[in-house]
């Protein structure tokens, strides 16, 4: 898709010099000299893209910006679910509702779906960063620390937790 056949084209900045792709926002073909490897569109597994130097210093499109900010604010969603499920854990707990032996199935399942949504929480903040490049990528970012630091919190409870136990 973003590699040229050789001898086809040449670089839009060195006419001398063979393209090794095309830049992913302008499609214009680079040389070795000019391309900025960037990361692929469709995660990280996508292979090498790249950028010319004008688009490099541009910044993400309006589309990869719209994609960092949904992925975003998928993962600050993701963080605000599993507070309110922490927190309500944490509530029932403090008012002693203590699971009684058939509850604990069911708070089992709230501590996976916790975990499930911080993992989400993750992944969907490292695509919103990827989409976005650098910059345009804030809530995504943020979205990242934050399920991050819930997923340390989890893990930290669940060591406690068993530790108790056992
Ligand atoms: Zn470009
Ligand atoms: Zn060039």
Redesign the pocket.
């Known amino acids: 898709m973003t590699t040229i056949a050789p001898g086809t084209a040449s670089?839009?900045?060195?006419p001398a010099?063979p393209p090794v792709g095309e830049c992913r926002r302008c499609d214009r073909a680079?040389?070795?000299?000019?391309?900025f490897e960037g990361v692929g569109d469709g995660g990280p597994f996508s292979g090498p893209t790249y950028f010319c130097a004008d688009c490099m210093l541009a910044g993400p499109t309006a589309e990869q910006q719209r994609g960092a900010f949904v992925f975003g604010l998928g993962s600050i969603a993701c963080f605000g679910l599993t507070v309110f499920l922490l927190g309500a854990s944490i509530l029932a707990v403090a008012a002693e509702l203590v699971p009684a032996p058939r509850e604990e199935f069911l708070w089992g399942v709230v501590g996976v779906v916790k975990f499930g949504l911080v993992l989400t929480g993750i992944s969907l903040g490292l695509i919103g960063r990827e989409k976005g490049r650098r910059g345009g990528a804030l809530l995504a970012l943020l979205g990242l620390i934050g399920n991050s630091a819930l997923l340390l919190l989890l893990l930290g409870f669940a060591i406690a937790g068993s530790a108790t136990k056992g």
């Open positions: 670089c839009y900045a060195h010099s680079i040389c070795t000299t000019c391309a």
